[in-house]
């Protein structure tokens, strides 16, 4: 079924119920309902128009300049939660329109990275282990070396997050595109 009639079906719709047609056969005709059929006659009885009425929505509960104060509570602490912002700058909408109005603005809430530092035992290990193999040929052929990957984040292997909000580049807004397309 089509969302809504154009304004000629519903011209027609009017047309055959003048002409003595049932709701049923006219909804059946085009291939809608019959509550659908029943609000067109309904409307054409009461205000002689065809037109949808015009529906505006329900207004934005927030401000302009609640809507700054988010942003600005966001770009000097990134790294806290939906919900703390919401708190810190009462703002009156919910928490899911919080993070909408976050990414309205600009902002996306990705995981940071979380990264164990070395200890001096890690350093020292890591020189003796160089050492061991410096003059090994045949060991360093077969080495594959990776840049910027992290295989184990904690001692447990599980992965530690942190949730930073951050401002969208033109990239990801690109690929966002090309990615829905």
């Not at 928490?95 to 990705?110: A, D, S, V």
Request: hydrophobic share 35%; aromatic share 8%; proline share 2%.
């Amino acid at each position: 079924m089509p969302r809504h009639l154009s304004e000629a079906q519903r011209a027609r719709a009017i047309a055959k119920l003048e002409e003595n047609w049932s709701l049923s056969e006219v909804a059946a005709e085009l291939n809608v309902s019959k509550s659908c059929i029943f609000y067109i006659k309904k409307r054409w009885q009461k205000e002689q128009r065809l037109q949808r009425p015009i529906r505006q929505g329900i207004g934005k509960v927030s401000t302009e300049n609640e809507d700054n104060a988010l942003v600005e509570f966001i770009n000097h602490n990134p790294f806290e939660t939906a919900v703390k912002t919401r708190e810190e700058t009462s703002f009156p909408g919910s928490l899911r329109t919080t993070q909408r109005r976050l990414k309205q603005c600009g902002f996306k809430n990705c995981v940071a990275a979380h990264k164990v530092f070395l200890t001096e035992e890690h350093k020292q290990r890591r020189v003796q282990f160089a050492n061991e193999f410096l003059q090994e040929n045949e060991f360093w052929n077969n080495v594959v070396f990776s840049d910027e990957k992290t295989f184990q984040s904690s001692k447990n292997g599980r992965l530690l997050t942190v949730s930073i909000w951050t401002i969208l580049r033109e990239t990801d807004l690109q690929h966002k595109k090309n990615r829905n397309t």
